[in-house]
């Protein structure tokens, strides 16, 4: 007789099935899916390596492979347990234990640039970024105006060879209503940041004026 699953005792055992169709597993590998933002769906147990190809940073690839690494770990543990010892571990067991796993894999491995998409991905698992002769990385926390009420934001920025600002409106919704951005000729920071406060408020005057004519 083929061995019935020993976490969900719903279907034969076989590889496939024990670490990516078993709803143990399923709920792992959603976790991961969340975290990383995309759907997860894998057709072969070589799939699973494919799974960090979408991040070019090496750490965020170190990242991703270690929690492929551990998952797997994780669900062959959760099953030996229960078949062997009789002990069920509970699914937020395992992933509180993929969890740190990955975070030590992470912390213990250097920050190379970083895009937005591995920022995100390094700051869900708790790792500290350290990024060597970089920029320092500050998080800024962006709340939408309360209705009706619309806010706007502008910037300036300069280099040795250009200079530009911008500005954005956006609505309770967080909804983008109007954008600017021009490139100037200035000679410091603080001055494309005048121009592009003067800028807002030229075009909000405009839009108000169209409004009550």
């Known amino acids: 007789m083929p061995s019935m699953c020993s976490l969900c005792s719903r ?16 709920n792992l590998w959603c976790w991961l899916s969340r975290l990383m933002n995309i ?6 147990i070589e799939d699973i390596w494919l799974t960090s190809n979408k991040y070019s940073n090496q750490q965020s690839k170190l990242v991703v492979n270690s929690a492929v690494i551990n998952i797997i770990n994780a669900i062959w543990f959760a099953r030996n347990q229960l078949r062997f010892n009789n002990k069920k571990i509970h699914r937020k067991s395992s992933i509180a234990s993929v969890m740190a796993l990955v975070s030590l894999a992470g912390n213990n491995s250097k920050t190379t640039s970083l895009s937005m998409l591995d920022f995100s991905l390094l700051k869900k698992f708790n790792i500290s970024l350290h990024p060597p002769r970089a920029p320092k990385v500050i998080e800024v926390i962006w709340y939408p105006p309360v209705a009706p009420w619309i806010k706007c934001n502008t910037d300036g920025c300069f280099t040795t060879t250009s200079s530009s600002c911008g500005g ?3 609505n309770s919704n967080s909804d983008m209503i109007m954008c600017f951005v021009e490139k100037l000729d200035v000679d410091n920071a603080f001055q494309a940041e005048l121009i592009g406060a003067i800028e807002l408020l030229r ?3 405009i839009t108000v004026g169209a409004i009550f004519g």
Not at 19 to 24: A, N, V
Request: include cysteine; charge should be negative.
């Open 168 to 170: 954005i409106f956006r």
């Open 11 to 26: 279907n034969e055992e076989n590889s496939f099935h024990l670490f990516f169709e078993c709803i143990y597993s399923c």
């Open 39 to 44: 759907p997860l769906h894998f057709n072969s």
């Open 203 to 205: 075009l909000l005057t």
